[in-house]
C-alpha cells in the first residue's frame, strides 16, 4: 500500500480507551468511544517504515459512518496525520513511533454526528480497513451541548443502571423499582436500530442531524409508542391486557427492547406512560443524553393547551367518563433530558421535558418536546418544542361537574382542585424522593403565578396562526366559579392505606347560613385506573342530616375491609368522595381524596457483609394480611451482578394472616452498589415488588 507501506493490524487500545470514555461498562470486546474526546489506536505495518515524515504527508484517516455508508447518504470525514491533531475538528495527531507501528491519538469533534463509524487508512490511492467503532455523546466534554458539568448527576443520569418511578398519589409516593440496563449487552446496537427507524419514520434522511441532541430525542419519542410503524411498544385501555405483559409487570427495560428487536420490531405489549419514559431513559443514557424519569401528579391529559377540564359525577358522587380524552389523571410519568439548546436564549438550556405518552394534538407528531423547563415555569408558550401542552397539563384548573337523572348539569360547589402538585424524581446518588415542582411552576395562588398564566395567555392569542410547532391556543383562561357561603363540607382519610384495613374517613360540614338546613349526603368509594378512568364502586352509603345554623357537623366513618376482595386494579388507587345537598336550594358541595393502597409485605434481608464471588443468601417473606389465603403466588428474582438473568419460585399457596419464607442462594460477579429485586404475582394481587440495594466488597 502506497509505495510498500501496508497496514498488518490496528490495535484499538479498546479496555484503556473505553475506560476513559466510561463505556466499559457497555463493552470490553469493542471501541465504544465518545465525541469532543481523543482515543489511542495503534497501527501496525508489514514492514518498516523509513522516513515517517514524508509518509505522513501522504497519509489520511478517513471515518465514514450514516445509515448505509457506503452509498450516498453517508458521512464521510478524511483527516491527515500530523505532529499536533486540533481537537475542535477530525484530527489524528502521531504520538510514538517506531520502525513497524504508528501509535495515533484520534480526536472527534464535540459536535460529530453520533453512530456506527467505520475507520481506514489511506495512503497513496490504497485504503485500509483499520476497524470500527461507536461514537456517543459525551456529558463529561464542555463543548458537547449535553455537557453536565456535575460529576455526582453524569453517574447518576448515564451511568446509574437502576432506578425508581413514582406511582401512587401527591399525598403517597409510591416507588417502583426499575431496571434501565442501558449498559447489558447488544444494547447500544438495539438503540442505533430504533434510532434509526425513528428518523425514517420522520422523514429524516440526512445523517448530521445525529450531532444534535433534539433531533436524537424526537427520532427516539416517535418509535417509544407509535403502533403504526414498529414502534416500541403497544398502548392500550387500562386494564385490557390480554395477549401482553401488563405494565406494572415490567421490571427493566432491556426484556422489552431484546424482544422489540427479535420480534422484528413488532411492538412489545402491553406499555403505559412510566414504561414508555422508563425506556426512553434506558436508550437516551445509552446513546450519552443525560436522562430522568419525573412524575407529576394530577396531571391534566390531552386538554388540547386548555387551561381547564372538567370531571363529571352523578348525584351519588360516582365518577363518569364522559369525556374519553381530556381528564385529570392520578399521576403521570414523561422524562428530562440535559442539553444546550442550540437558537434558543441560553435561558432555555439545562432540562427539556420529552413525553413519549401520546397526545391528542392539532397537528405534529403525537409525542411532546423536548420543551425547555425555564420556558414552561414562565409560561414562555411560543417556545419549541411543545411548551404549551405541558403548561396546560400542569397549570389547568378542574372543574368538577354534576350529571342530573335529565342528564343536565350542575356545578359542584367546592369540587375545583389544582393541577401539577408534588412533580417528583429520584435524587442524585439516593433513593430519596426530590420534589421538583419548584422548577415547573411558580406557589399555587402567588402572584408571580398569575403573571405568567396571563403571559401565556398573551402569547399564545398573540402567536394566531403562527407556524410553530407550540402555536395552539389555549381555549380558555379558567374563572373560578362564584360559590354561595351557605354549606361547605371537608373530607380527609389516610394519604396511604394497608391493604385488608379498613378506611377511615373523616368529614366534617358546615352550615355558614341564618337557619337551618335540610341536606342529603353520599359517601363513596371508588377505584381507579392511574389516567382517571374508574374501575369499580366499591361502597356507598347515604346519610340525612338537618344542619343547626352555624353548626359544624362531624362525621367518622369506618368503611370494611370487604372491599379489598374487589377490583383494585395495577395502580392500587382510591378515589373518596362525598356529595352534600342542600335540599332547599338544591345545590350540590363536593370533597374528593384519592389514597394508595399498600402492598402486603414482601421484604428482603440480605447478609451485613457480602463479597464478591462468595456464595450468598437472601431471605424474602411475604405477608399476607387477608382474611383469604393467596394462590397460586410465584416470585420473581432479578439481579445484575448478583443473579444470572431472572429466577421464578413457587410458593403456592400462603394462608390467612401468616408469613411465608423464600430462601434465594446466590453468587455475587460485580462489585459496588447492587440491587435485589423481587415480584410477586398471584391472581389476588396486582404488581407486588419489593427491593434491596447492597454493597458487594470487591474479591
Not at 453524569?154 to 423499582?177: F, H, K, S
Not at 385501555?237 to 405494565?247: D, F, L
Not at 401539577?420 to 419548584?438: L, P, Y
Not at 366513618?557 to 332547599?584: M, Q, Y
Request: charge should be negative.
Amino acid at each position: 500500500m502506497g509505495q510498500g507501506l501496508s497496514v498488518k493490524k490496528c490495535d484499538f487500545k479498546i479496555p484503556m480507551n473505553n475506560n476513559n470514555h466510561h463505556t466499559e461498562e457497555i463493552s470490553t470486546e469493542r471501541l465504544i468511544v465518545r465525541r469532543g474526546q481523543p482515543f489511542t489506536i495503534t497501527v501496525s505495518f508489514s514492514a518498516p517504515v523509513h522516513n515517517y515524515l514524508q509518509r505522513m504527508k501522504r497519509t489520511f484517516l478517513i471515518a465514514q459512518t450514516g445509515p448505509h455508508p457506503s452509498k450516498a447518504d453517508e458521512i464521510q470525514t478524511e483527516f491527515p496525520i500530523s505532529s499536533l491533531g486540533d481537537q475542535k475538528q477530525w484530527s489524528a495527531a502521531l504520538e510514538e513511533q517506531d520502525l513497524c507501528s504508528w501509535t495515533l491519538s484520534v480526536n472527534t469533534p464535540a459536535s460529530a454526528p453520533i453512530g456506527q463509524y467505520t475507520l481506514l487508512l489511506r495512503a497513496s490511492q490504497s485504503s485500509h480497513l483499520l476497524g470500527k467503532f461507536t461514537l456517543l455523546f459525551n456529558p463529561w466534554c464542555q463543548d458537547d451541548e449535553v455537557f453536565l458539568p456535575n460529576e455526582a448527576q453524569r453517574q447518576e443520569y448515564i451511568l446509574n443502571q437502576e432506578g425508581v418511578i413514582y406511582w401512587g398519589t401527591e399525598n403517597a409516593a409510591v416507588a417502583q423499582p426499575w431496571d434501565f440496563g442501558q449498559f447489558e449487552e447488544g444494547i447500544v446496537d438495539i438503540c442505533f436500530t430504533l434510532l434509526c427507524l425513528g428518523e425514517h419514520h420522520q422523514g429524516a434522511k440526512d445523517a448530521t442531524q445525529r450531532r444534535s441532541p433534539v433531533h436524537v430525542c424526537r427520532a427516539v419519542a416517535a418509535m417509544l409508542n407509535c403502533n403504526e410503524f414498529k414502534g416500541i411498544l403497544a398502548e392500550c385501555e387500562a386494564g385490557q391486557y390480554s395477549n401482553g405483559t401488563p405494565p406494572s409487570k415490567w421490571l427493566g427495560s432491556s426484556p422489552i427492547l431484546r424482544q422489540w428487536i427479535a420480534s422484528e420490531c413488532r411492538p412489545v405489549r402491553y406499555g403505559q406512560c412510566w414504561v414508555f419514559a422508563a425506556v426512553m431513559c434506558s436508550v437516551l443514557r445509552c446513546l450519552g443524553i443525560p436522562t430522568r424519569v419525573v412524575t407529576g401528579f394530577t396531571w391534566a391529559h390531552n386538554t388540547k393547551s386548555s387551561l381547564s377540564v372538567d370531571e363529571y359525577y352523578d348525584e351519588d358522587g360516582t365518577l363518569l367518563t364522559q369525556d374519553k380524552s381530556a381528564r385529570v389523571w392520578t399521576f403521570h410519568v414523561w422524562n428530562e433530558c440535559w442539553m444546550a439548546r442550540a437558537g434558543l436564549p441560553p435561558e432555555y438550556s439545562g432540562w427539556q421535558a420529552l413525553d413519549a405518552t401520546c397526545q391528542e394534538k392539532s397537528k405534529g407528531p403525537s409525542f411532546c418536546g423536548p420543551a425547555p423547563v425555564h420556558a414552561i415555569k414562565e409560561g414562555d408558550t411560543e417556545v419549541d418544542y411543545d411548551v404549551c401542552y405541558f403548561f396546560a397539563a400542569i397549570n389547568a384548573k378542574c372543574q368538577v361537574w354534576i350529571q342530573k337523572e335529565d342528564d343536565t348539569l350542575k356545578p359542584a360547589f367546592g369540587g375545583t382542585k389544582y393541577i401539577g402538585n408534588n412533580i417528583s424524581t429520584k435524587s442524585v446518588g439516593s433513593e430519596r424522593c426530590e420534589d421538583i415542582t419548584h422548577n415547573y411552576k411558580y406557589p399555587e395562588g402567588s402572584l408571580k403565578e398569575k403573571e405568567v398564566l396571563d403571559k401565556a395567555y398573551r402569547n399564545t392569542k398573540k402567536l394566531g396562526t403562527a407556524t410553530s410547532s407550540s402555536s395552539t391556543q389555549f381555549s380558555s383562561i379558567p374563572i373560578a366559579l362564584e360559590e354561595p357561603v351557605n354549606l361547605s363540607i371537608h373530607l380527609q382519610s389516610s394519604s396511604s392505606l394497608q391493604l385488608g384495613q379498613d378506611i377511615p374517613l373523616s368529614i366534617e360540614m358546615f352550615n355558614h347560613s341564618g337557619g337551618e338546613k335540610a341536606t342529603h349526603l353520599v359517601v363513596g368509594v371508588q377505584s381507579l385506573h392511574y389516567n382517571g378512568v374508574p374501575i369499580s364502586q366499591l361502597w356507598k352509603e347515604d346519610f340525612q342530616f338537618n344542619l343547626q345554623s352555624n353548626e359544624v357537623h362531624s362525621l367518622r366513618i369506618f368503611v370494611p375491609n370487604s372491599w379489598c376482595g374487589k377490583e383494585l386494579g395495577e395502580n392500587h388507587l382510591l378515589r373518596l368522595t362525598a356529595v352534600l345537598r342542600d335540599e332547599d336550594s338544591c345545590y350540590i358541595y363536593l370533597a374528593q381524596e384519592e389514597i394508595s393502597v399498600s402492598d402486603p409485605l414482601l421484604t428482603i434481608e440480605l447478609p451485613k457483609t457480602m463479597v464478591q464471588y462468595q456464595p450468598s443468601t437472601a431471605r424474602i417473606s411475604l405477608l399476607n394480611p387477608l382474611p383469604e389465603p393467596l394462590e397460586q403466588c410465584v416470585v420473581a428474582v432479578a439481579g445484575r451482578g448478583l443473579i444470572y438473568r431472572q429466577r421464578k419460585y413457587r410458593l403456592g399457596s400462603v394462608q390467612a394472616k401468616s408469613i411465608q419464607e423464600l430462601q434465594i442462594p446466590f453468587t455475587p460477579t460485580r462489585a459496588g452498589p447492587r440491587r435485589l429485586t423481587a415480584q410477586l404475582t398471584c391472581p389476588q394481587l396486582q404488581n407486588l415488588k419489593s427491593y434491596r440495594t447492597t454493597d458487594i466488597a470487591a474479591a
